[in-house]
């Protein structure tokens, strides 16, 4: 998600300016040249990073709700509140340093600078969008990320282990690596490595956290007896759950499309369609793939298994949106489809427990559709996709686990079997999200 785009269209469109007249007063060299005022290009950028930041910000609720759906009943308002909580958190964490530990990194470097953001338009036409339209944007992937975590480890997790840590991964974790390529850091500058709206940066950063924290907690309560054992704990509602997937995947055109990050020349418009047919297809694609895989292998399709093919498929996209054909499209979707259906009851045969899928949708698919960025955009290599990958992947899921195992020894992390055994929103909301159905109405006892 590089910022040269905006810039460069701004500035193209003065070049234009200060060569000719204005087009009040000069109708046929306006119709000469398509390019908008620089002030037009402006306000185009701005409000580009402005609606498709309030779409990407609309996933909040879509995590929310698939999430919601995903758990049992007596957990449900739990997961409301983290994920409003860890929106909130993130807001901050990025005005506090997240901003600009991303892009305050100096050209090949590591880390930016520690310091709190504020706008500063002094040079507004120049740099092609308002400071606070991309802040604005910014801050919104950030908290995506966050919210990967927060479904992985639902139904035992206590609520302010959790917060800690998304404090530390919206102000540090995410922001560090994200630096390395779209700041301008290392991995940009000696490696290529390319990664157009973050199936890495943004999609396998929360799934390393999410796996990290899964390894620390351990399992829910009831989730895998002896012998190899694994039992079904079926969430409260998949009409919820669905529900929760069109929001994410209306929120993804928003993701992709605005990762275009300019929308003032008409190159850039057709871009933006582009990346919007593509991030549509793949989605599709993978859950077709889902479904046809379920019908054959399965003799059942397993919805929770076809929502995830879907965003599967949009993560899997992810990484390069613009630049594949659409049958390229298809099929990067189609193979996060395949992936979906293939390490989904791998991670369940390693007792790893991921309530909502998370890590195989969100690591899995974006380290897929990483590496395969060479096959659309020539101006990446499979060797730098893979560092950038590997790099990510180390420094996310090992500084992720330390945090989570040191939070562990010292405060605590998980739930005591009690508390986890009668539910979350009883110990730790203290109000059921669904009382008609809890274990206080004989009628329709708790799962």
Known sequence: MSKIKPAIS??????????????????????????????????????????????????????????AGLVRSKNAATICLKNITLYAIATVMVWLVGYNVIYGVETGGYIG????????????????????????????????????????????????????????LTGLIYPIQASWEWGGGWLDARYGFSDFAGSTLVHATGGWAALAAAIALGPRRGKYGPGGQINVLRGSSLPLATLGTFILWLGWFGFNGGSQLALGSLDDSIAVSNIFVNTNMAAACGVITVVVLCTFLKKKIDLSMALNGAIGGLVSITAEPLMPAVWQAALIGSV?????????????YARIDDVVGAIPAHLFCGMWGTIIVPLSNSDATIVGQGVGILANGVFVFF?????????????????????????????????????????????????
């Open 113 to 168: 600078t520690l310091a709190l953001w504020s706008a500063d338009d002094s040079a507004a036409l120049e740099t092609g969008y308002s400071a606070s339209s991309d802040w604005f944007f910014q801050m919104v992937f950030v908290a995506t990320a966050a919210s990967i975590v927060s479904g992985t480890i639902a139904e035992r997790v206590r609520l302010w282990p959790f917060f800690i840590f998304t404090a530390i």
């Open 399 to 447: 500084v992720s686990l330390v945090i989570w195992f040191l939070m562990k020894i010292i405060i605590g992390i998980r739930a005591s079997a009690e508390e986890e055994d009668k539910g979350l929103d009883d110990s730790e909301v203290g109000a059921p999200a669904w009382p008609d159905f809890s274990s206080q109405n004989p009628l329709h006892p708790a799962e």
């Open 336 to 348: 996060g489809g395949v992936i979906i259906f293939i390490t989904t009851p791998i991670l369940e």
């Open 10 to 67: 701004a500035g193209v469109t003065a070049a234009v300016m200060l060569a000719g007249v204005a087009f009040a007063q000069e109708p046929a060299a306006a119709e000469a040249s398509t390019a908008p005022a620089p002030d037009t290009a402006f306000v185009f950028n701005t409000f580009l990073f402005l609606m498709m930041g309030m779409v990407v910000m609309f996933m909040a609720a879509g995590f929310c709700m698939l999430e």
